[in-house]
């Protein structure tokens, strides 16, 4: 049996982080794991749990969180469905924002923050170190130079691997890359929201991943007549098409759809199968509403 045929998630080809770390190119992104909101435990951990153990099963071995979600929820679920973590898993986290309330998202960027906010993802991982660390959000009030100096001097200690950034712009990345080199950008980016669509160019110039997040943003495309015909001729579902579009977009890009059902989870994994024609990939992309 070949290697797709076991893990569906393999085949959409891989990507190296940071030429050393080789993983699957469609990720689960595990921040609807947790209760409404993004806080609190999940409404049934069983099936949360089910959900991280299954992704594996399927070949994915990217795994996105951050200590944000829940707050800490995210990172907890992960330890107790998957450790001792199979050879191979990637897992990335984030710090840098704070979650004083349900629906309240507050930037950290503090040098201090950032090392207690690592120590804490790497007890709750049960790691010795991060494979991926991302700084979740610039903050306003604090230097970018001082933030991912932090993470450059966490990188040395041995804590971290890799460093990414998220919600950034290429003024941002550049100034991060004169620091430490920068692995992975997580932006906004969907079939409907392409405002970064300059930089994941950029980003596959240089060898950087672009992980979307909200991959399956954009809910006016899927009323489209385009979306509609191209669906029926894949006999696939309109989330199964925009993620195929996302990973025919380029070879940089690093999906991470989240759900907290099984079923949706098999569903998502499946589009790593797809393999959207030229011209059907350029309709969508033109499709605007």
């Known amino acids: 049996m070949s290697d797709t045929q076991q893990s569906p998630a393999a085949a959409c080809g891989s990507f190296t982080l940071g030429g050393n770390r080789p993983i699957h190119r469609l990720g689960f992104g595990a921040?609807?794991?947790?209760?409404?909101?993004?806080?609190?435990?999940?409404n049934d951990k069983n099936e949360s749990l089910a959900v991280l153990r299954r992704a594996v099963e399927l070949g994915v071995n990217f795994i996105d969180t951050a200590d944000a979600y829940g707050p800490n929820v995210s990172e907890?679920?992960?330890?107790?469905?998957?450790?001792?973590?199979?050879?191979?898993?990637?897992?990335?986290?984030?710090?840098?924002?704070?979650?004083?309330?349900?629906g309240v998202w507050t930037p950290n960027g503090r040098p201090q923050h950032l090392r207690e906010?690592?120590?804490?993802?790497?007890?709750?991982?049960k790691l010795a170190r991060i494979d991926l660390y991302q700084f979740h959000r610039i903050d306003p009030a604090v230097p970018l130079e001082e933030?991912?100096?932090?993470?450059?001097?966490?990188?040395?200690?041995?804590?971290?691997?890799?460093?990414?950034?998220?919600n950034v712009n290429a003024e941002e990345l550049n100034r991060a890359r004169k620091i430490v080199p920068i692995v992975t950008v997580q932006n906004r980016y969907n079939a409907t929201d392409r405002a970064s669509e300059q930089l994941i160019d950029y980003c596959e110039r240089n060898?950087?991943?672009?992980?979307?997040?909200?991959?399956?943003?954009?809910?006016?495309?899927?009323?489209?007549e385009t979306l509609r015909q191209i669906t029926k001729k894949y006999d696939a579902t309109s989330s199964q098409i925009v993620l195929a579009w996302l990973l025919r977009r380029s070879g940089a890009m690093l999906p991470i759809p989240g759900t907290s059902s099984l079923k949706h989870?098999?569903?998502?994994?499946?589009?790593?199968?797809?393999?959207?024609?030229?011209?059907?990939?350029k309709a969508l992309r033109d499709t605007r509403r």
Do not use: C
């Open 207 to 224: 060898g950087i991943g672009f992980i979307p997040w909200a991959p399956l943003g954009g809910d006016t495309l899927s009323s489209t």
């Open 265 to 281: 989870l098999e569903e998502n994994v499946a589009s790593a199968t797809i393999r959207l024609s030229l011209e059907d990939y």
């Open 31 to 42: 921040m609807r794991l947790t209760g409404q909101g993004i806080w609190g435990p999940p």
């Open 76 to 102: 907890e679920l992960i330890a107790e469905a998957l450790y001792p973590y199979p050879k191979g898993l990637v897992i990335a986290t984030k710090g840098g924002l704070e979650r004083p309330g349900p």
């Open 117 to 125: 906010a690592l120590e804490g993802s790497l007890r709750r991982l």
């Open 147 to 166: 933030s991912v100096g932090e993470l450059a001097r966490l990188r040395e200690e041995g804590k971290i691997q890799h460093i990414g950034l998220s």
